[in-house]
Structure formats: structure tokens, C-alpha cells
């Protein structure tokens, strides 16, 4: 696929908890090489839609597709071998496993030895204190360092496109701030990115496209410098 191409083509998307509908139809694409940032308040859509992604959650209408291939609906472990992994909102991390063996299970998707040594070695270059907590259990770490855990073990998948679900969640204003600059650095050894973040701020600094999500309907779209520049986004999402 060129660069620039759209990798990841969300259309027309419909999911529903029983009989409480939670995405009323949207669309958006994320191409090759981009950061895509989804923002809204709490229970507007963001998660159900990178569950629905990932194959955790199930949509009952609409398509889904990644690379040329439609995979709405797929088992999640399938939708992972394509490609995709998710570090999902709130962690959830084998909190009772050291660090190298969450690494390990990120990894299983990855067959080829040599590559998951090269994907240890990206992990540990962007990280430099997960190589230092390699035997520490998980459930021990900071907030931060289990941040850069979760998305660490997402990197071991050696994914085209990485879902992270609210990665600066809970964590202090200097952490927020590393945990971004990681994922633009991401970004530019060449991973392509879906964002969901509720600190707006940061989120469209960093992306080339963005959508606001309202009770499950995508309301407004643009590059991350215009909804910046958009007074109803500034009063609504960045303090004013």
C-alpha cells in the first residue's frame, strides 16, 4: 500500500449494548503514516469504537476495513494477526506477570525470532526504564511505567496500525507530556496511529486528522490544527 493510502476505512458504523445504541453510523478512514485522534466527553463513542476495530465488541452494521480487507466482525485474535493492536483504556495488564513475560505474550503474535529481538530492542529504546524493570511484576509499577508497558506490549505485535485507548490517562502533567512525545516518535518510525484522548490538547497538537465523537455520531472533522483553532472546540474541550 503507498504512503498516504487509506490503511483503515470505518463506514457507516452501528453498534448497540443491547438496546442502548452506542455508535449511530460513522465514517472516518486513517491512512499510512497518520496520527487520527477521536476526542469527545465520557460515553460519547471513543472505546466502542476501537473495541468494534479490534473485534471485541460487535457492530451491527456497517464495514470495516484494514489494509484492502473487510474485517468487521472478525475474532479479535484473527483482527490482530492482520496487523492491529490495541493498548486498551486502563491498561489492562497481566498485573501479576513480570514485565518481560507481558512483553512476551504482546509477541506471541510474532513468529519470527529475529524480529520479535528487533521489536524488543524498539521497545527498549523507546522505553529505556521498561528494560530496567524487566523482572519486576507489572502490578508493581508506577502508572507511567505501566503506560509505557501497555503500549510497549501493543509494539511487540509488530502492528501497521496501533489503536492507543486513553494513554495519558491518570498520569501526572510531566508523564502526560513524555507519554505524547513517545508517540510522536512513534509516528515517525513510520507506525500509523488511532488516538483516542480525552486531553484534547496534546491529542491535536500531535495529529493530522481528528474527529469529535457526540453520543455516538461523528459531529465535526478536520486537520488536529483546525479543530485547535475552533472556538466551540477550544470552549468545549480546551479550557476556553
Not at 46 to 67: A, E, H
Not at 91 to 100: E, K
Amino acid at each position: 500500500m503507498d504512503a498516504g493510502q487509506p490503511l483503515l476505512v470505518v463506514n457507516d458504523l452501528h453498534v448497540a449494548y443491547g438496546a442502548v445504541r452506542a455508535l449511530h453510523g460513522i465514517s472516518f478512514a486513517v491512512r499510512d503514516g497518520e496520527i487520527v485522534t477521536l476526542i469527545g466527553a465520557n460515553g460519547a463513542g471513543k472505546s466502542t469504537t476501537m473495541n468494534t476495530i479490534i473485534g471485541l465488541v460487535k457492530c451491527r452494521q456497517g464495514k470495516i476495513s484494514f489494509n484492502g480487507e473487510e474485517i468487521a466482525n472478525q475474532p479479535a485474535h484473527q483482527i490482530v494477526h492482520k496487523g492491529l493492536a490495541l493498548a486498551p483504556e486502563g491498561r489492562r495488564l497481566f498485573l501479576n506477570l513480570t514485565v518481560r513475560e507481558n512483553l512476551e505474550v504482546g509477541g506471541l503474535v510474532t513468529r519470527d525470532k529475529g524480529r520479535k529481538q528487533d521489536l524488543l530492542t524498539e521497545v527498549f529504546t523507546l522505553f529505556p526504564r521498561i528494560k530496567e524493570r524487566l523482572r519486576q511484576v507489572a502490578g508493581t509499577l508506577s502508572g507511567g511505567e505501566q503506560q509505557m508497558l501497555a503500549i510497549s506490549r501493543a509494539m511487540m505485535q509488530d502492528p501497521r496500525l496501533m489503536l492507543l485507548d486513553e494513554p495519558s490517562l491518570g498520569l501526572a502533567p510531566n508523564l502526560v507530556q513524555e507519554i505524547f512525545e513517545k508517540i510522536r516518535y512513534l509516528n515517525r518510525e513510520g507506525k500509523t496511529i488511532l488516538l483516542v484522548e480525552q486531553n484534547a490538547y496534546q491529542a491535536l497538537k500531535i495529529s493530522q486528522q481528528a474527529h469529535v465523537l457526540e453520543q455516538g455520531r461523528i459531529v465535526m472533522s478536520g486537520t488536529g490544527a483546525e479543530l485547535s483553532a475552533n472556538p466551540k472546540i477550544k470552549e468545549a474541550y480546551l479550557g476556553g
